[in-house]
């Protein structure tokens, strides 16, 4: 079990990867049916604790990207 005291290994290694998520943008697609979707309408993903940041862009579905997830699911 690892205690994250100050100046621990596992506490820098942890702000390092904090960091390093937070330099850079992602953009998130849809996956439907093992696929990835980009729509172009996207909308911003930001942590609940700073709504300045962007995390990244994640594509909007609408409903016929609803109903490709339920057919897909049910030929399972």
Do not use: C, W
């Not at 992602?26 to 909308?43: F, L």
């Amino acid at each position: 079990m690892l205690n994250y005291a100050p100046g621990s290994p596992e506490k820098m290694a942890l702000k390092a990867a904090l960091a390093e998520a937070r330099s850079k943008q992602m953009d998130i697609p849809m996956y439907i049916d093992g696929q990835e979707v980009r729509t172009g309408n996207t909308s911003a993903l930001r942590p609940p604790h700073d709504h300045q940041h962007i995390l990244g862009m994640f594509h909007k579905g609408e409903k016929k990207h609803v109903q490709l997830a339920i057919d897909a699911a049910l030929r399972g």
